[in-house]
């Protein structure tokens, strides 16, 4: 492994001058996605050929896009949102080397963690990006990586035609690449560190006829074995888009996908975990004796709670157990997810322009996870827990806008989702003490518990109206949202979880914003954005989430929203392209939900309203566009979050409510938001050689809310080197070797994986991938 990262770091820094000989263009590795068949897309395209990103030109927010380039020089399977950590304020997490791993992926922008983030791809509504997400699904579930047109970031408060409820802190739109306009077939494959085999291949049918439709089919495979203790994460994805032009400005577009998804779990770590196991302690798959050994002695010491099945196995763990949650037999997280669309849209330049697309989206999944803490009927000390999901939703959205002259460009749109969410938390029986008689990576049934078994409804109705108001080298935008969602739940079996009703309605959320060049090259832009977050109906977020008697004590719980202020200039000068923004958040009605004992026992959570949050920072981007291929990147993110308010209650004292402080983090840093992000690059890229060589840095970050504990700041490099060689025809072979953590360091990738607590040391971190080396073959005609 040494070996081979010598030989890409030598590369790379070797591969500059080498190639610097060779015949080729004189633009950086980010060219425009895939050409569309006529009529163009509504959907915005990543432009600006030879940028290392397109820095959002005319928009009244801090806005950039990438294209597929971007995500293509990356080790194939990488989740496209890894692809988006060197945009200034992007936190991006992971403990895989590929990002995708969906228990430790965790992306947060300005202080705003990922269920306050829009997700969107095609306009299709992805819900909150957490894990167990029970409005949506994760982009690497929804679409694979590789046919992804454009990823788009606002780092405000996001367009207002999103379709999202909760875009407090931005919104991250994936658009998909159009069928290509001639017949071809591409082909990739990988193999890398932990026998990583990743396959991909994409067929499109090219333009059938004059101005015909055009389609194509995608099939992707990966299989990595996780890189400490034993497991595996699996992933077969299927994608389909077809185009058909009904007239020179408009056209039919549908998709399908459907994804199928399986990975083993990394064990939970505390900072006291890490310096009495090490960075490479896991789970114990594959010794199931020693599980089983373990949990005996759980129970007879009391630690678990369960009933003393075996005392002869004493009550002292074996070394180097302290006690049962130092490491689990087995987890998972299964996913099974259908997701199409079909709808109209015309070219963005059309007079009259907009579109019309219905959705449907079925989700079935299984968190999985051998617990000690309840055994199995047949005297087995350890069962199987799920929490079980099964979600369907359909929905349609649609705009429709024309210019109107003096009084500018108006665009009204609107969107419905119903989303129909059932979840259980159920236990099946193991019947062997000496081996595992079911398998974290399958589907369980045949249940002989069930503590919670809930439906959700939710209705959506959410509308817009936009105005771009050109004068001069001014245009004025301007515009608001509206929305109305109401959720209930209905019990099959509440166990100890809320049954109710939740609603939120924010008819009016304004936003205005202005451009001004400062002439043909910069302009200056700014904005004031409202926004509202709407409760979710579920039984593991939001405030259902809870017990009934916690939920009934909420009283008018108020939802969050953010008030954002954001000033900026960008400009483009010879080689140079960059921008610098500042910007002012005031969060109201923050809402915590504070952990109720260990984490993975999925205990309800406590919710409370802790009052405001206050951030402010700077952003600055900049990119340089040398002649041979070169070019360099850098982005730096300064952002100061905290909380306004203490955590307050008001318990009964002698029959009089007294108020008392639970706790005291007025003035703390907001968890997971460092100080400090710093993301720079160098690439090369001609018609024979390319390569790119990145670097990511993250300050502090806290875990806790009153800030006792923390992580160090940390720095990790990554690499790519590659050749292309044409063949006879339109054939090419490309070799791309990539390395990710090339100083193999030590660090802990995610904060929070099972909430975070007031104060104190928490089972909540997850290590992050050592080295990693990767090699795929590529080739197409």
């Known amino acids: 492994m040494r070996v081979l990262t010598a030989c890409l770091l030598a590369g790379t820094a070797l591969g500059w001058p080498l190639a610097a000989t060779a015949t080729g263009r004189d633009d950086v590795a980010a060219a425009p996605a895939a050409p569309a068949a006529d009529p163009a897309p509504a959907e915005p395209e990543a432009s600006a050929e030879g940028d290392i990103i397109v820095i959002g030109r005319g928009e009244t927010r801090q806005v950039q896009r990438l294209g597929q380039d971007d995500i293509a020089i990356l080790t194939p399977g990488t989740s496209p949102l890894k692809a988006i950590q060197k945009l200034p304020g992007v936190n991006f997490q992971s403990a895989d080397p590929f990002g995708a791993y969906e228990w430790s992926q965790r992306v947060s922008i300005r202080g705003f963690n990922q269920n306050q983030l829009g997700f969107t791809l095609d306009g299709i509504p992805l819900g909150d990006g957490t894990y167990g ?42 658009f998909s690449s159009d069928p290509k306009s001639e017949f071809g077939l591409s082909l990739d494959g990988s193999y890398g560190s932990n026998n990583t085999v990743h396959a991909f291949g994409r067929l499109d049918t090219g333009q059938l006829g004059d101005n015909g439709p055009s389609a194509y089919v995608s099939y ?116 099974n997810d259908y997701v199409a669309s079909l709808g109209i849209e015309t070219s963005k330049d059309a007079k009259v322009h907009g579109q019309l697309k219905a959705y449907y989206h079925d989700n079935r999944g299984q968190g999985i996870w051998f617990t000690p803490y309840v055994p199995s009927p047949s005297g087995v000390p350890i069962s199987v827990r799920t929490t079980e999901y099964n979600m369907h939703r359909k929905g349609v959205f649609g705009s ?37 008689t079911r398998n974290a990576l399958e589907f369980q049934d045949g249940a002989f518990a069930t503590q919670w078994d809930l439906r959700y409804k939710t209705d959506t109705v959410q509308y817009y109206v936009e105005d771009k108001i050109p004068i001069g080298d001014l245009t004025i935008n301007l515009g608001w949202k509206g929305f109305d969602v109401r959720g209930s739940s209905d019990a099959i079996l509440a166990g100890p979880l809320a049954t109710g009703k939740v609603k939120t309605t924010d ?25 509202t977050r ?18 009934n004590g909420l009283g008018n719980l108020k939802p969050e929203s953010s008030d954002t202020y954001e000033l900026g200039v960008r400009g483009r000068s010879g080689i140079f392209t960059g921008s610098l923004s500042a910007y002012y958040i005031n969060f109201r009605d923050r809402l915590l939900a504070f952990s109720n004992g260990a984490g993975i026992l999925g205990n309800p959570a406590i919710l409370q309203n802790v009052g405001g949050v206050r951030s402010y920072g700077v952003e600055a981007t900049g990119q340089v566009k040398l002649p041979g291929g070169f070019g360099a990147f850098a982005s730096y993110a300064y952002n100061n979050s905290k909380y306004r ?3 307050i209650a008001f318990p009964l004292i002698g029959g009089v409510p007294t108020r008392t402080v639970v706790a005291a983090i007025e003035g703390k840093n907001v968890v997971d938001a460092p100080t400090h992000i710093a993301s720079g690059e160098l690439t090369y890229d001609s018609n024979l050689f390319f390569s790119r060589l990145g670097a990511n840095y993250m300050s502090k970050r806290y875990f806790t809310y009153t800030n006792d504990q923390s992580v160090p700041a940390r720095v990790l490099f990554d690499a790519t080197i590659g050749v292309r060689v044409k063949l006879a025809g339109d054939r090419q072979v490309e070799l791309q070797l990539n390395g990710t953590n090339l100083l193999d360091k030590d660090y802990v990738a995610t904060i929070g994986s099972n909430g975070f607590g007031n104060s104190g040391d928490g089972q909540t971190l997850l290590i992050g991938a050592p080295r990693q080396v990767f090699v795929t073959l590529k080739t197409g005609f």
């Not at 982009?139 to 996001?158: D, F, H, K, P």
């Not at 089983?292 to 763990?317: E, I, Q």
């Not at 709407?534 to 939920?551: I, R």
């Open 534 to 551: 709407a409760f979710v109906a579920a039984a593991t977020s939001g405030p259902l989430a809870t017990t009934q008697a916690g939920f």
């Open 400 to 436: 429709l806008g024309t210019d109107l002259g003096a009084f500018g460009d108006i665009t009204v749109g609107g969107w419905y989702e119903r989303n129909d969410l059932r979840q259980a938390r159920r236990f099946y029986g193991l019947d062997s003490r000496l081996v595992p």
């Open 507 to 531: 008819w009016f959320q304004p936003h205005a914003g202005f451009t001004y060049k400062l002439g043909e090259r910069a302009e200056l832009f700014g904005g004031f954005t409202q926004v």
């Open 220 to 335: 992707s495979h990966l299989d990595t074995g996780k890189w400490k203790g034993r497991g595996a994460q699996r992933q077969n994805q299927v994608n389909a888009k077809a185009i058909a032009p009904i007239t020179p400005d408009l056209r039919l577009v549908g998709t399908f996908n459907y994804s199928e998804r399986r990975e083993q779990d990394y064990q939970d770590m505390s900072l006291d975990m890490i310096r009495r196991l090490g960075y490479r302690w896991d789970n114990i798959t594959g010794q199931f004796p020693l599980a089983v050994l373990v949990a005996d002695v759980g129970a007879n010491s009391g630690y678990t709670g369960a009933p003393k099945l075996n005392p002869a196995a004493g009550t002292v763990n074996p070394a180097p157990f302290l006690n049962a949650d130092d490491a689990y037999y087995d987890a998972a997280g299964l996913r």
């Open 133 to 174: 997400n029970t409005n949506g699904l994760h982009i690497s579930r929804a679409i694979s990586s590789e046919n992804i047109g454009e990823t788009r970031v606002s780092q405000g408060s996001g367009s207002l035609g999103t379709q999202a409820t909760n875009n407090l802190g931005g919104t991250i739109e994936f």
């Open 645 to 647: 308010d203490d955590v």
